[in-house]
């Protein structure tokens, strides 16, 4: 029971359109009226590109695979992909790199990671060679570094974490020198800093985070320390897209500031919430907004203030989800969110005010996962 409740528990690309003709780039700029004259005799100009193609992933714990889903850029729904990808056993929580070329699950009960490659027109997931990479003993999180050369795996059961330095063309992985890297009882999430210069991890049974430097060549993990989070039984941990704060889930809801330099983390007074019903962890991609799965069904959602990292409950929060919420994710535009439901196996999707960070519904919008689903992540 208590390795099913510590499973409870992260832009889209931006692309460039060019001057169709030179007939509109004289006619923008005042040019010359001959010459666009000219110009206005040349072909019909091509249509611009379509928008890149993004999909969300969940992982299926009780059923061993990876759900696929086309999201809708208009309306943030979710399409499921005919196919669905086979991991190891018990598949806890899953990560792509930053590129959207592949997808890794850590596995809790297979104490492995699986890796596939994601078709970058239809979303499908094919295996890749030599997958599952073995771990330690239940991988229960994994975080992929924002560069992509990096892979971590939390172990819940021998309280360790495996690092892996990734094949840039083919995803494969191998064993940072050093790894697996010592953290505290039973890890139940690991996350990245936007640099890639640090590495946090947070520890369920002694409610500790612990925070280590990352070597940029080797992937290898220095502890620069760690610290004891206020409540009980640490669920998560979430970093501000600007490095500065760390944000920790247990029976409370705690902010810490990170020291550039070191990576060290320190409270910050009076920035703590209580909570009831622990899960998943996240921010928006602008480090406004912080919003938390509760098991209890719901979605709470909380201004961030960038200065202080004090968290404010936005108006009408919470937001109801499916039964037993365990995790959220935030579409890299920050339009859309996503909550995993581990007891109706489903997913809610709701639209995210710019402005407030309040979430709506998306109608019609839920979409079905396999059995058990745990995480859910989508691609930039």
Same mark, same amino acid.
């Not at 692309?15 to 003709?21: D, Q, R």
């Not at 760390?246 to 810490?256: C, E, F, G, I, P």
């Not at 961030?304 to 995790?327: F, H, I, Q, R, V």
């Given at each position: 029971?208590?390795?099913?409740?510590?499973?409870?528990?992260? /832009?889209?690309g931006?692309?460039?359109?060019?001057?169709?003709?030179?007939?509109?780039?004289?006619?923008?700029?005042?040019?010359?009226?001959?010459?666009?004259?000219?110009?206005?005799?040349?072909?019909?100009?091509?249509?611009?590109?379509?928008?890149?193609?993004?999909?969300?992933?969940?992982?299926?714990?009780s059923?061993?695979?990876?759900?696929?889903?086309?999201? $809708?850029?208009?309306?943030?729904?979710?399409?499921l992909?005919?196919?669905?990808?086979?991991?190891?056993?018990?598949?806890?929580?899953?990560?792509?790199?930053?590129?959207?070329?592949?997808?890794?699950?850590?596995?809790?009960?297979? &104490?492995?990671?699986?890796?596939?490659?994601?078709?970058?027109?239809?979303?499908?997931?094919?295996?890749?060679?030599?997958?599952?990479?073995?771990?330690? &003993?239940?991988?229960?999180?994994?975080?992929?570094?924002?560069r992509?050369?990096?892979?971590?795996?939390?172990?819940?059961?021998?309280?360790?974490?495996?690092?892996?330095?990734?094949?840039?063309?083919?995803?494969?992985?191998?064993?940072?020198?050093?790894?697996?890297?010592?953290?505290?009882?039973?890890?139940?999430?690991?996350?990245?800093?936007?640099?890639?210069?640090?590495?946090?991890?947070?520890?369920?049974?002694?409610?500790?985070?612990?925070?280590?430097?990352?070597?940029?060549?080797?992937?290898?993990?220095?502890?620069?320390?760690?610290?004891?989070?206020?409540?009980m039984?640490?669920?998560?941990?979430?970093?501000?897209?600007?490095g500065?704060?760390?944000?920790?889930?247990?029976?409370?809801?705690?902010?810490?500031?990170?020291?550039?330099?070191?990576g060290?983390?320190?409270?910050?007074?009076?920035?703590?919430i209580?909570?009831?019903? &622990?899960?998943?962890?996240?921010?928006?991609? /602008?480090?406004?907004?912080v919003?938390?799965?509760?098991?209890?069904?719901?979605?709470?959602?909380?201004?961030?203030?960038?200065?202080?990292?004090?968290?404010?409950?936005?108006?009408?929060?919470?937001?109801?989800?499916?039964?037993?919420?365990?995790?959220?994710?935030?579409?890299p535009?920050?339009?859309?969110?996503?909550?995993? $439901?581990?007891?109706?196996?489903?997913?809610?999707?709701?639209?995210?005010?710019?402005a407030?960070?309040?979430?709506?519904?998306?109608?019609?919008?839920?979409? /079905?996962?396999?059995?058990?689903?745990?995480?859910?992540?989508?691609t /930039?």
């Open positions: 029971m208590l390795h099913e409740r510590a499973l409870s528990f992260s /832009r889209s931006r692309w460039l359109i060019g001057c169709l003709t030179a007939l509109a780039v004289l006619s923008a700029c005042g040019g010359d009226p001959d010459a666009a004259a000219v110009s206005s005799s040349a072909a019909p100009p091509a249509a611009p590109p379509a928008l890149p193609a993004r999909f969300a992933y969940v992982a299926n714990q059923s061993d695979s990876v759900s696929a889903y086309t999201i $809708n850029g208009i309306s943030g729904a979710l399409t992909v005919p196919s669905t990808a086979a991991t190891d056993a018990a598949p806890a929580a899953l990560a792509v790199d930053p590129q959207g070329k592949f997808l890794y699950t850590a596995n809790f009960s297979g &104490g492995s990671v699986s890796a596939f490659a994601i078709n970058a027109v239809s979303g499908a997931l094919t295996e890749i060679a030599g997958s599952p990479f073995a771990a330690d &003993g239940g991988a229960t999180a994994i975080a992929v570094d924002p992509g050369k990096f892979v971590y795996a939390a172990n819940w059961d021998d309280d360790s974490i495996s690092a892996y330095a990734v094949n840039s063309t083919t995803g494969v992985l191998t064993n940072v020198p050093g790894s697996p890297f010592t953290t505290g009882t039973n890890p139940n999430a690991v996350a990245v800093d936007a640099t890639g210069k640090f590495a946090y991890v947070a520890s369920y049974s002694d409610h500790t985070l612990w925070a280590y430097a990352i070597d940029a060549t080797t992937g290898a993990l220095t502890s620069v320390g760690s610290t004891v989070a206020p409540g039984f640490l669920w998560s941990v979430a970093l501000d897209p600007g500065k704060f760390a944000y920790l889930l247990s029976d409370n809801l705690s902010t810490y500031s990170i020291d550039p330099s070191t060290a983390t320190t409270a910050v007074a009076g920035a703590s209580a909570l009831v019903g &622990g899960g998943g962890l996240t921010t928006d991609p /602008r480090g406004l907004f919003y938390v799965a509760s098991a209890l069904g719901q979605v709470a959602a909380y201004a961030a203030n960038t200065a202080t990292g004090a968290l404010t409950a936005l108006a009408g929060s919470p937001y109801a989800a499916g039964a037993g919420t365990n995790s959220v994710a935030i579409d535009s920050g339009k859309f969110a996503y909550a995993v $439901n581990f007891g109706s196996d489903d997913v809610s999707a709701y639209t995210v005010d710019a407030t960070g309040g979430l709506t519904p998306i109608p019609g919008a839920a979409a /079905r996962t396999g059995s058990g689903p745990r995480g859910i992540v989508t /930039r």
